[in-house]
């Protein structure tokens, strides 16, 4: 009879044999369906080398890039006020409600420990910028905004200079936008704000980072825009200026390009993590495994091992992550991806996004997207990984929100201009939104939500209320009810998201009086 040892050894080498079968074959068979889906997808007519999304070199001649590279050095939002105290503009003062900044007495930051400026403090610091503004001007004269990056060596090293340098240029002009509105100097304002709407246009970089640099750009227009509505010495050729630059616009495409890039990026970072010496460390997914490791069971148990039980770990999810489960992964990672590029191009078809979004959310949880269980063995020993590389496509999922909230904002600056300039020709504001086609508007304003009319309607003291039925999809009549997202008023975070009007004084003062926390 063979010894007890010996029978051991045996049990041991079978299934050390049936575990190297095993690997070979799920990592064929998962090497197999990544090839085979890529295949689909360029048959389909999908272009998965990212260099074929590079734009063209441009001609000198259009690219504003050599007067912004002389402005950039000049702007210094550290000087003076502008980096101790935030100028209000279109500040939320209770829910629809905002503070018309520049008609305020002082500029008051409860944001920066209840800072206080006059609005000579902010001239000082705005006059510290030298002739940036006048060179900003002329980069916009230029119809791309292109600083030539080397998009081969992406997406490894992502240049991050130009797009602070960008947001920084819009960061400051708002400002001045406000603090010309302060002194009635209307054209100027409106001048700067055409800056920095043209800056959003001309700058097209095909990154989703860069997109969202776009979208907060945005956000700093539509507030500096709703100021400027607040004029009384508006012209209509400066109104008809600023709506041209809204409808040029372009937040739908731009992320869908993005979104494409952003596919063939990921799947190169997982092919080149492959290639690492220890993927579980590597500096492309920042994952401590002793602070906050995932694994359960096994692999748990030998973390509790300490260091060398840390490290058979690592190499252990190492060695199987590269024959087998980055194949998974790849191919996970590229379904849900074109999943969500099909979705935005569904929302480029059909101009609304309620739609595609609901059949998205279906189909990523039908693909097990942010399911944390799954294979026994992997569950065991690694979930780092996994939940690093979904956590990618979450990350673009939200970046589809926010194209749908930037795409909202963007049709109810363009119908809030048009009713001005409607008001300002006729003496009263139009009964229905119909009036302003096609006069103001070439066809009726359509909510990028559900594809319907904004919401519309003139009030008896001679405001209005402007809409879109917002995130949940649902009609609440104007319900600017906070959606709990938000700690602070944000016009885009109620129910409804509704166009503010002017506050009180009697609310501006209650504002000041129990200023946010």
Request: charged share 20%; hydrophobic share 45%; net charge negative.
């Amino acid at each position: 009879m063979k010894k007890w040892w010996v029978k051991l050894l045996l049990v041991i080498a079978a299934v050390v044999l049936l575990l190297v079968a095993w690997l070979a074959v799920s990592s064929i068979h998962a090497t197999n369906a990544v090839e085979r889906y890529k295949a689909q997808l360029r048959a389909s007519g999908e272009r998965l080398a990212f260099t074929d999304l590079i734009p063209p070199p441009l001609k000198p001649e259009s690219n504003g890039v050599e007067f912004f590279n002389q402005a950039a050095p000049l702007l210094n939002s550290s000087a003076g006020m502008l980096d101790t105290n935030d100028v209000p503009y279109m500040k939320m003062v209770a829910p629809g409600k905002a503070m018309v900044g520049w008609q305020q007495v002082k500029i008051v930051s409860f944001y920066r420990g209840g800072a206080t400026n006059t609005w000579q403090d902010l001239e000082v610091a705005l006059q510290a910028q030298g002739n940036a503004f006048e060179l900003l001007q002329k980069t916009v004269s230029r119809p791309v905004l292109d600083f030539g990056l080397d998009y081969r060596a992406l997406p490894d090293s992502i240049a991050f200079q130009p797009m602070i340098k960008v947001k920084s240029a819009a960061s400051i002009l708002a400002p001045a936008v406000i603090d010309e509105l302060h002194l009635g100097d209307t054209a100027t304002a409106v001048t700067n704000l055409h800056t920095i709407i043209a800056l959003v246009n001309a700058w097209q970089q095909p990154l989703m980072v860069a997109q969202l640099v776009r979208t907060a750009m945005a956000s700093i227009a539509d507030r500096a825009q709703w100021e400027v509505l607040q004029s009384t010495n508006l012209t209509d050729a400066q109104l008809a200026l600023l709506q041209r630059d809204w409808e040029k616009m372009d937040f739908v495409q731009a992320f869908e390009t993005a979104m494409v890039m952003e596919r063939d990026f990921q799947y190169i970072s997982i092919e080149h993590l492959r290639g690492s010496n220890s993927p579980s460390t590597s500096a492309a997914y920042t994952i401590n495994w002793g602070g906050s490791s995932s694994s359960t069971g096994l692999g748990a148990l030998l973390d509790e091992w300490g260091p060398k039980g840390v490290a058979i770990r690592e190499k252990t999810v190492d060695a199987l992550w590269r024959v087998s489960w980055s194949y998974e992964d790849e191919l996970h990672m590229l379904q849900s991806d074109q999943t969500m590029i099909d979705a935005m191009r569904r929302v480029k078809r059909e101009g609304f996004f309620q739609d595609a979004l609901a059949d998205l959310d279906r189909k990523l949880s039908a693909m097990g997207v942010g399911r944390t269980n799954g294979a026994w063995l992997r569950d065991n020993f690694d979930n780092d990984l996994k939940n690093s590389i979904q956590s990618s496509t979450r990350d673009i999922k939200d970046c589809i929100n926010r194209a749908l909230s930037t795409e909202v904002a963007r049709r109810i600056v363009i119908t809030a201009i048009a009713l001005k300039r409607y008001q300002l020709r006729h003496g009263s504001l139009p009964l229905d939104l119909p009036a302003l086609v096609p006069e103001f508007l070439s066809e009726l304003p359509r909510d990028p939500v559900d594809g319907k009319p904004l919401r519309y309607h003139p009030n008896a003291n001679g405001t209005f209320v402007l809409y879109s039925i917002g995130e949940d999809c649902k009609d609440g009549g104007g319900d600017v009810t906070p959606d709990g997202k938000f700690t602070s008023f944000y016009w885009l975070g109620g129910l409804d998201w509704v166009w503010p009007q002017p506050a009180t004084p009697q609310e501006v003062q209650n504002y000041y009086d129990h200023p946010p926390k």
